[in-house]
């Protein structure tokens, strides 16, 4: 109707819908992102670990695919060791999954995670993995365009979470070394080959403690984080999705690794309590957002307008840029204290506080930082 000739899915809910992607291509337009093929692939958790696998990238102990009964999952629960965690196959962002320290968790966890999985992916199915206790959270941003080319832009910490939906996120990892971080990026840039992906794309990994790391999933799509791969590397990746959408080579530049400049922190402000998470929808009753040197804010708010009660509570996107981590946690902190918002509550507090704890800024991060924190 409008004469579009391609349709850009950001990182909503159409991003990794590949039967979206196979109606915008019936219909003569572009689809910014993967082939319909690769989302399938890398959509369906079970399916990529063994395509994974195959590409002798490191995975977790588990399943070779889906789970057909409660007595597979024991059995293989017995070999690998407990703990334990049951993940949906077709999704993510912690619905469908469950974590099992004993034979009687996984039983009463077997079927409420397939139910889970059921109502919020239209697939029952689920896969079994060993559950590391306390790993890091680390994705590498990869580019593939259809050239034969596929880079990664280095790697971004995305630990501190909460029920599975990351809070804050920052770039480069203070756990990475040169030598891992080569050795995972290479692990991402074969997984990436392996799925035959295209566009951008997000692989992601957890780090145990003492450096071992497993590949987790693909995100296929741009990621709402992707912003701090941006700000410490200086490249659009939105502008890049495009590029190799049209067919052209991705603009980087021919060298073997993109190094970060600098150190970047996203901070995600969502529209709840700080303290009991509780949704806060409503009407933004006045909004004054923070500016300065090394600081973006990606918003839609307005004063004026209303919270919705429904979909994701993240209103607001804070990033900061400096010299180093400390700088850039300094001007996180000072965005945050000029971050003003009436008529909703916000997790502005939640990050200020954060930002104060001592293991925070000492780097000592993992999936679990918000469970002692709390």
């Known amino acids: 109707i409008c004469g579009a000739e391609a349709i850009h899915p950001g990182y909503g809910f159409l991003a990794e819908n590949a039967h979206f992607a196979e109606v915008t291509i019936e219909c003569g337009l572009v ?7 690769a989302m399938r692939l890398m959509g369906n958790k079970s399916e990529a670990r063994t395509t994974m696998a195959g590409a002798e990238v490191p995975i977790l102990p588990g399943s070779e695919g889906a789970l057909d009964t409660l007595d597979e999952a024991l059995d293989l629960a017995r070999q690998i060791g407990y703990p334990v965690i049951l993940k949906a196959s077709a999704g993510g962002g912690g619905r469908g999954m469950r974590l099992a320290f004993n034979d ?3 039983s009463a966890a077997y079927d409420t995670a397939r139910n889970e999985a059921e109502i919020a992916f239209g697939d029952a199915t689920v896969y079994l993995e060993k559950y ?4 890091r959270h680390i994705e590498f941003q990869v580019l593939a365009d259809h050239h034969g080319r596929v880079v990664h832009l280095g790697e971004r910490e995305c630990s501190i979470q909460r029920r599975h939906q990351k809070i804050i996120e920052e770039a480069p990892s203070v756990a990475l070394d040169p030598d891992l971080r080569t050795e995972m990026g290479r692990a991402a840039v074969a997984a990436t080959r392996a799925a035959k992906y295209s566009n951008a794309g ?3 990994f957890l780090l145990a403690e003492d450096g071992t790391f497993y590949f987790m999933e693909m995100n296929t799509r741009i990621q709402v984080e992707h912003h ?3 700000l410490v590397t200086g490249i659009d990746l939105v502008k890049e999705q ?3 959408a049209a067919g052209e080579p991705m603009s980087l530049p021919k060298r073997r690794q993109v190094r970060p400049e600098g150190h970047a922190i996203e901070f995600r402000i969502n529209a709840e309590d700080p303290v009991s998470f509780a949704p806060s929808p409503g009407r933004v009753k006045f909004l004054a957002l923070p500016s300065g040197p090394g600081v973006r804010v990606d918003t839609h708010l307005y004063a004026g307008y209303t919270v919705p ?3 994701d509570s993240l209103i607001a996107k804070l990033l900061v840029h400096g010299r180093d981590r400390n ?4 001007r996180g902190r000072r965005a945050l204290e000029m971050f003003r918002i009436e008529g909703v509550k916000t997790s502005v507090d939640l990050h200020l506080k954060i930002l104060d704890d001592p293991d925070f800024q000492a780097g000592k991060l993992s999936t679990h930082f918000m469970e002692r924190y709390l």
Not at 132 to 135: M, Q, R
Request: hydrophobic residues 40%.
């Open 31 to 37: 689809f910014v992102g993967p082939s319909p093929d």
């Open 327 to 330: 700088e850039a946690i300094v």
């Open 202 to 204: 997000t692989v992601e």
């Open 132 to 135: 590391l206790e306390s790993p």
């Open 104 to 106: 009687d968790e996984l």
């Open 309 to 311: 009660p429904y979909y």
């Open 242 to 244: 495009f590029l190799v």
């Open 228 to 230: 701090v791969t941006e």
